[in-house]
Structures are given as C-alpha cells and as structure tokens.
Nanobody, 124 residues
Framework: QVQLVETGGGLVQAGGSLRLSCQAS????????MAWFRQAPEKAREFVGG????????SYANSMKGRATVSRDNAKRTMYLHIDSMGPEDTAVYYC?????????????????WGQGTQVTVSS
C-alpha cells in the first residue's frame, strides 16, 4: 500500500508563489511517477505537472509551462511543486498522485494512489 501526504498550501496572495510538497511512503518500486493535479469548485480535476523517479524529466500542462516547476528528491521520496505569479484562477484543491510504472500521465484515471488534497486559495 502507498500513502501520499501533501504539505503546504493555504492562503496565497495574488502575484505570490506557491510551494507544495508530497511525500510517498509504503511499498513502491524504484521506478514510479508522481504528479500534481488540481480541482477548482465545479470543475474537473486537471493535470498540473509530474515527474518520473527514473528520468527526472518533468512534464507540464501547456497552461502551466513557464510558471510551474515540478522537482523531486528520490532519497526522500518527495515531490515538490512551485508556481509563480499566482492568480485567482489557481484557487483549487491540489492533489498529489502516484502511478506505477514510472511514466507520467496527464490522465487522472491512470493514477492508483492519491493524497488527501490541500486547499490553496489565492487572495486578491
């Protein structure tokens, strides 16, 4: 069984930056992919970005390129998300997800393991 715990989030001022962490624990292989999704009220869950443990190359949603950075620390089994220039449209619950094998997918249905989510609210 795999557990994912997100930390960070809360209230962010418009124009500011967001930093989230997600730590995986439990039984995982050496090769897996982790990703960030978010879900705004009355909207579908959307892919933000992800990274594979083996390649270390991040992937991003087109809408987040240039503003989001996904990184990981394999030794800590932790993934990070950094978003600059936060705006009201970034208000959402942010989720961490993990899938085996170690390929990033932008489809939420490809991920078997999910964190509990953390609320991020951008204040103007």
């Amino acid at each position: 069984q795999v557990q994912l715990v997100e930390t960070g989030g809360g209230l962010v001022q418009a124009g500011g930056s967001l930093r989230l962490s997600c730590q995986a624990s439990g039984r995982t292989s050496s090769s897996f992919a982790m990703a960030w999704f978010r879900q705004a009220p009355e909207k579908a869950r959307e892919f933000v970005g992800g990274i594979a443990t083996r390649s270390g190359n991040p992937s991003y949603a087109n809408s987040m390129k240039g503003r989001a950075t996904v990184s990981r620390d394999n030794a800590k089994r932790t993934m990070y998300l950094h978003i600059d220039s936060m705006g009201p449209e970034d208000t959402a619950v942010y989720y961490c997800a993990l899938r085996l094998p170690g390929l990033v997918s932008s489809f939420a249905s490809d991920y078997a393991y999910w964190g509990q989510g953390t609320q991020v609210t951008v204040s103007s």
